[in-house]
């Protein structure tokens, strides 16, 4: 059974980067699933789709976080990435990485909480 | 951009009951593209329908989905204890995901 989990650091200054990444197992990255990417919640808020890769490299992105988000595939690793630049307070969530269908998320981390404070 | 809208925001009933969830999108949206998913506290969410009114894999038959146009349903027809969550609607479309705002189901 496919299964993914999140690493990184759990603490992030603001203005600096965000760097997160997921480990699939139980499956190759190159070939369970057409799209890889990331959804974060808001401690007591709503899930927000941050973006989705194709394992072949094709990238969508949200477009209220495109111009800082950086989604990339690691094949040999079977790991895929986020890259989050310049975060604020307004950045601290759920981190989920996920695998999606065309249409809906099929699979999900256990996420991870990342908290930006100086 | 789809804007999808959740109602209620919370519903009280008790186990055994029958709990009708409702999601409003903006403007009409494809059959295709609905999914809905229950997250229980402190866990991910996971994906209950897809495609509006496909189970997914392991999901009891108590849950339906239902709808077309910019109204959908999730119905749970008999609730049991570990069906009291949040439920989120969501739409794909034009490459990009939108979530509700979901709605929480407590117990009475």
């Known amino acids: 059974q496919l299964q993914l989990q999140e690493s990184g650091p759990g603490l992030v200054k603001p203005s600096e980067t965000l760097a997160l990444t997921c480990t699939v197992s139980?499956?190759?990255?190159?070939?369970?699933?057409?799209?890889w990417g990331w959804i974060r919640q808001s401690p007591g808020k709503g899930l927000e789709w941050i973006g989705s890769?194709?394992?072949?490299?094709?990238?969508y992105l949200n477009p209220s976080l495109k111009s800082r988000v950086t989604i990339s595939i690691e094949k040999s690793k079977n790991q895929f990435s986020l890259r989050l630049t310049s975060v604020t307070a307004a950045d601290t969530a759920v981190y989920y990485c996920?695998?999606?269908?065309?249409?809906?998320?099929?699979?999900w981390g256990q996420g991870t909480l990342v908290t930006v404070s100086s | 951009e789809i804007v999808l809208t959740q109602s209620p925001g919370t519903l009280s009933l008790s186990p055994g009951e029958r709990a009708t969830l409702s999601c409003r999108a903006s403007?009409?949206?494809?059959?295709?593209?609905l999914a809905w998913y229950q997250q229980r506290p402190g866990q991910a969410p996971r994906l209950l329908i897809y495609?509006?009114?496909s189970r997914a894999t392991g999901i009891p038959d108590r849950f339906s989905g239902s709808g077309s146009g910019t109204d959908f349903t999730l119905t749970i027809s008999r609730l049991e204890p570990e069906d009291f969550a949040v439920y989120y609607c969501q739409h794909y479309g034009a490459s990009v995901y939108t979530f509700g705002p979901g709605t929480k189901l407590e117990i009475k």
């Open positions: 403007q009409s949206v494809s059959t295709n593209y």
């Open positions: 890769m194709y394992y072949s490299g094709s990238t």
């Open positions: 495609a509006s009114s």
């Open positions: 139980g499956g190759s990255i190159s070939s369970s699933s057409p799209y």
């Open positions: 996920a695998r999606f269908t065309g249409a809906a998320v099929v699979s």
